[in-house]
Structures are given as C-alpha cells and as structure tokens.
C-alpha cells in the first residue's frame, strides 16, 4: 500500500524539494497545499495517510488547522507532523498540547523525516492504543495485570511509573509535553510542575537501566520513546 501524504506548506521552493525526497524515499503519493484554507479543504477530500504541517501559513496558520483537524471526527486520526522553524519552541509546545504527533525542524534531512512519516505510519496501521499488551523491543507492558518486564525481567514501577511509560511506550516516537503526562498521569488540574515531571522521569530511567536511553528527552517541550 502506498500511503497518500498531505503537506500543507507555503514556501514553494520547500514544497518541491521535500515532495521529491518523499518520492526518492519511496512515498510517491505526495499532495500539495499552499495555505490552511487549502490544506483542509484537500484533508476534507483526499482523508489522507498523513500530514506534514507548517506552522507558519498565510490566513489561516498551522496551529489553527491542526485544531480544526483534530477536532473533525472523520480527521482527527489522521498523525500530524508538524514542520516548524528554530525558535518556535511555544509553538511546538502549543501544537503538541492540541493534537499534533510529532514535530521536526527546519532545515530537515530527507531521511529524519521519512523516518519520521514511516514511524507515525505504523503506529496508525498496528492500532498501538488498542493493545492490551504493548511491546517496544525488549520491553513489554501488559496493560490488564499492569505488569513490565526488560528481557523477560520483572520491573518494580510505581502506578504513575507505569502509567508514563506505558503512554510513552504505546506511541513511540510522539513528543509528549510536560503538561500532557501531568494530565495523563495525574489528571486534569493536578499541581504537579514540570520540575516534579522531570525528577519523576529521572526515576523511571533509573529502574529502566540501559533501556533508559530509548526515553528520550526533547529540549524545551517533553519526551518521547524511541521506536525499536
């Protein structure tokens, strides 16, 4: 199956180059859009494998769009990248918080972000979040007894160990910011800050060993877990 990708991108010359790398890199099913209104109008029409995402459009901008795709019952599965520039950490932030699955920089290399299209691509296709079991290599999490075992070992976590992990784990290379393992681990309105985030992780890569270095941290907006 050849997936059908949708970049939604302002900047022609960015357009055709990153459409010919996809080609090169065996997506041959790469649509075009300039602008958000022109983006929607063709994820309406095309319901695409996939989005790439700039942030900065003309009318109506990126973040905009991708709001109006997650929340669209018939588009909000559809993974998102988003492409963003350096020093549009808030907006990677913002994107992320409202439904974005995953983010990468300007200038990119065409072979990052075919990895990154054929990672959100297989996540989608396996139905990662309707396991009761999720494996990611030597890891495995058995979501009905909330068990882990490294190798065939039992892991001793914590319910909130277990909960990020599993979060992590079930979406591998989707950046989670702070404030959505709060919610997620925590729920809605609970006075954890980001600091409290950060030495929690810390402990869960402690009990992980040399499995910790797949617990990737993304400088300024979260974490995220590295495919196999």
């Known amino acids: 199956m050849n997936p059908q990708i949708l970049m939604i991108e302002d900047d022609a010359s960015i357009r055709d180059m990153t459409k010919m790398n996809l080609n090169m890199n065996g997506f041959q099913q790469v649509y075009c859009a300039s602008d958000g209104e022109e983006g929607l109008a063709m994820a309406a029409q095309l319901v695409p494998d996939l989005i790439l995402l700039d942030v900065m459009l ?4 990126g973040l905009t769009v991708c709001r109006n795709l997650k929340n669209n019952p018939a588009l909000a599965d559809i993974p998102v990248i988003m492409l963003t520039a350096k020093g ?8 992320l918080e ?5 983010y990468i920089t300007k200038p990119y290399s065409s ?3 075919a990895a990154r299209i054929a990672v959100q691509l297989r996540k989608k296709r396996n139905g990662t ?20 075992s490294l190798d ?18 079930a979406n591998p ?24 985030i950060d030495m929690h992780m810390v402990n869960l890569r402690r009990k992980l060993g040399e499995w910790a270095d797949h617990i990737e941290t ?4 979260g974490y995220r877990a590295a495919g196999e």
Not at 129 to 148: C, E, F, M, Q, W
């Open 111 to 113: 072979k990052v972000l």
């Open 98 to 102: 409202i439904g974005a699955d995953d």
């Open 88 to 95: 549009e950490e808030n907006d990677v932030v913002l994107g």
């Open 129 to 148: 979040k309707g396991g009761r079991t999720i494996v990611l290599g030597a890891l495995s999490i058995d979501l009905v007894t909330h068990s882990v």
């Open 218 to 221: 993304v400088r300024g907006v």
């Open 58 to 61: 003309p009318g109506i901008d």
């Open 173 to 196: 290379g989707r950046v989670f910011t702070r404030n959505q393992i709060i919610r997620e681990v925590k729920g809605d309105n609970y006075p954890v800050t980001a600091r409290a």
């Open 152 to 169: 065939g070992r039992p892991l001793t976590l914590t319910a909130d160990e277990f909960k990020t992990l599993a979060l992590l784990a």
